[in-house]
């Protein structure tokens, strides 16, 4: 009817110009009617007791609760209380009363979620009342909020010839990790790191880890190899055939034992050179002192008279 109406307004190409805006109008009313559909699918997800962040969904007031049209009776008063925090809302009298949850409450009485969070977590209690304000219902429905896993990332750290794989998360310490070796898992538990032997470095296989911070959240970091610079061979360090540690302490050892010898050898020439200078003194002294002393072979001739004349 429209299309013909338009037609008969104007002839030519002011008709082509009248389909083309005719068109676009449908052409709007249908996207309107399929992103009005789609937003429609989304809330309506029925919440599960194990959600990840950030999903939405509802939790669904029991049929027995609602008409046969699914809209809210306005005789009725249901209230939607987070029994692990503070929040509420209440409905009564055809209209909302309060509303200190996050979430809204749908035309049927149910509660939905946009996006949920970890504070959202916990038991929800319902309560309906009749026209009377008499309470016809009551129950609760519980969700379980977790916080979505980080993709983690293998740090590689070498030491003579063996490697530690440490599986990085950031600041996360609240994850369960597990360790693969060609997409094979080789160890599951809370422990970041993963030690490698230097026969297992070398046999150059990748090597991946995994996190799960819940039932519904879990990330695997990209495959590595793993390989030590050549600079640290496996095995300890030789010396000529012999443990590196054990010559470096024969070494250290006879190196100590030649100079204490040297000492001794010091010690000793400079005592026997004191020895020969005092030597050398003394026969100065006892020469000096022979030539000082008196020649007792000489006579006083005084004396000699004397003993002549007795």
């Not at 600079?231 to 010396?239: F, L, M, R």
């Not at 050398?280 to 005084?302: G, H, V």
Request: glycine content about 6%; charged content about 20%; proline content about 4%.
């Amino acid at each position: 009817m429209i299309f013909i109406s338009l037609r008969l307004l104007r002839k030519g190409s002011g008709t082509f110009a009248v389909f083309r805006g005719a068109m676009s109008c449908q052409y709007s009313l249908v996207m309107l009617f399929l992103c009005g559909f789609s937003a429609a699918l989304a809330v309506s997800e029925i919440c599960k007791e194990e959600l990840l962040e950030g999903t939405s969904c509802t939790i669904k007031l029991p049929t027995k609760n609602t008409n046969l049209k699914n809209t809210l009776d306005k005789s009725k008063e249901i209230k939607w209380v987070h029994l692990s925090g503070s929040g509420l809302i209440h409905w009564k009298n055809g209209r909302m009363k309060t509303n200190s949850l996050d979430g809204k409450m749908e035309e049927d009485g149910s509660l939905t979620f946009e996006s949920v969070s970890l504070k959202n977590t916990g038991k929800y209690k319902y309560t309906v009342f009749n026209a009377e304000g008499s309470q016809i219902d009551v129950g609760e429905k519980e969700i379980k909020v977790y916080a979505k896993a980080p993709k983690p990332t293998v740090k590689i750290s070498c030491k003579n010839g063996n490697a530690t794989l440490t599986c990085d998360t950031g600041d996360r310490t609240d994850l369960n990790v597990s360790w693969y070796k060609e997409d094979k898992i080789i160890q599951n538990e809370i422990n970041p790191k993963l030690l490698l032997t230097s026969a297992q470095v070398q046999e150059n296989e990748p090597y991946s880890c995994s996190v799960v911070s819940s039932p519904v959240s879990n990330e695997q970091s990209d495959n590595v190899t793993v390989s030590c610079p050549t600079g640290e061979s496996p095995g300890p360090h030789t010396i000529f055939g012999h443990d590196f540690w054990i010559m470096l302490s024969i070494l250290a050892g006879s190196g100590a034992l030649l100079l204490l010898l040297l000492c001794v050898l010091i010690i000793c020439a400079c005592q026997s050179c004191s020895q020969h200078k005092m030597h050398q003194k003394d026969e100065r002294e006892f020469r000096l002192r022979n030539l000082q002393a008196p020649d007792s072979t000489k006579t006083d001739p005084n004396t000699a008279e004397i003993s002549n004349y007795e």
